[in-house]
């Protein structure tokens, strides 16, 4: 019998969007819309709104980039700054029932920080919290009328400088100008300080993310591990050190190198031991599946990752979405090893490695086309 997505409970009744989740009350179907909109078949398009309910449905900071910019995210520089904006947002969507389409109508509207100050206002004062006095003192996230918050990006941008071994007497223009003189590489090691800084650590969005070994983290918990390893790591060696073990792929020796807070991760050294220069083709096919599909996300799909995972095979529009969302799910099994579906797809089984993560029975003949590659390749 089939079992409720929501709850697991028997399920008697189908969405009637995909026809493909069941659930076993409307109340199990409403409750699990937020993540079901994704992966069905809406009648309107989905909006940023969307994607900041399903963080504040996971109490996880919204990775879609559009996103971030929409409502505020982007403008919040600072751990405590992004937390307490999403906490702003967890009071109106899930205590005072604000829906999506209201808040997604409100930006539209330009009238998002009137609409939000309302809704508090209504609250009993002790009941407002301190999420909604944080964001009287921070409209600047959301309000362009408020104070331009591009000098907090100086701020920042300076102040890695400063802490790279830069001289404290240079100014914007000079900071720009010789760091666009430096190699790729350290272009990159500096771009990653001013996120580690700013208590940012890259996400799928970025190439930054397989360029530092982000990709290798199962989940954003030890993402954050990992961003905690770097930031250690940044104050006990030279900016020099950083980019010199950066481009020569001796970095992940470096974070180990007398670090007593290391954990281990699996798949970092795979990672690691090519950047920032050669990488298994599944790392991007990783980066690709579980970045937002939103066309404001910038990632492409390589063509190592068309030709070797099967989305050169695709015929239509909703194959190739379907085929990037099984590998999303795949991926999101804390248990799955991506260089053990590297080595499936050089040894041409791909569909036997994903069939035995997810049931695709029902979809046999389909996945069986979509699933082949040109390996293995014949010995010469």
């Not at 994607?51 to 405590?80: I, K, M, R, W």
């Not at 990783?286 to 990752?305: C, H, I, N, T, Y």
Request: charged residues 25%.
């Amino acid at each position: 019998m089939a079992k409720c997505k929501a709850c697991n409970d028997p399920a008697s009744r189908k969405c009637s969007g995909c026809s493909r989740v069941w659930y076993c009350k409307q109340e199990c179907q409403r409750a699990d819309w937020v993540r079901h909109i994704f992966d069905c078949k809406p009648r309107r398009e989905i909006n940023t709104a969307d994607h900041l309910a399903l963080a504040v449905h996971e109490n996880l900071l919204p990775e879609d980039n559009q996103t971030c910019l929409d409502y505020g995210f982007t403008a919040a520089f600072t751990a405590s700054e992004r937390a307490n904006l999403l906490g702003l947002y967890i009071g109106l969507i899930t205590y005072c029932k604000i829906k999506p389409q209201t808040l997604h109508k409100w930006r539209l509207q330009g009238t998002l920080v009137r609409e939000i100050k309302a809704v508090y206002q209504d609250l009993p004062e002790q009941s407002r919290g301190g999420y909604y006095a944080w964001f009287l003192q921070n409209e600047h996230v959301l309000n362009t009328s408020s104070p331009d918050p591009s000098d907090k990006v100086r701020e920042i941008r300076k102040r890695a400088w400063v802490f790279i071994g830069g001289s404290a007497a240079d100014d914007e223009a000079e900071i720009v100008a010789k760091t666009a003189a430096w190699s790729q590489g350290r272009q990159i090691c500096y771009s990653f300080y001013l996120m580690l800084l700013a208590d940012w650590h890259p996400g799928p969005s970025q190439d930054m993310w397989v360029y530092l070994g982000f990709c290798a983290c199962q989940d954003l918990q030890e993402e954050m591990l990992l961003s905690g390893h770097y930031k250690w790591l940044i104050h006990k060696c030279t900016f020099d050190e950083f980019a010199t073990a950066y481009e020569s792929s001796t970095l992940l020796g470096l974070l180990r190198s007398d670090n007593p807070y290391y954990r281990h991760i699996s798949g970092l050294e795979d990672v690691l031991a090519g950047s920032p220069q050669v990488f298994k083709s599944v790392w991007w096919l990783k980066q690709f599946a579980m970045a937002s599909e939103s066309a404001d996300e910038g990632v492409s799909l390589r063509p190592s990752v068309r030709a070797d995972y099967g989305f050169m095979n695709c015929k239509t529009e909703d194959e190739f979405k379907a085929l990037r969302r099984l590998y999303k799910e795949v991926f999101e099994k804390p248990h799955v090893d991506p260089v053990k579906l590297h080595v499936a797809c050089i040894q041409g089984k791909l569909f036997e490695f994903l069939g035995g993560e997810v049931d695709l029975s029902k979809k046999k003949k389909k996945f069986t086309r979509l699933l082949k590659n040109l390996y293995p390749l014949p010995d010469i």
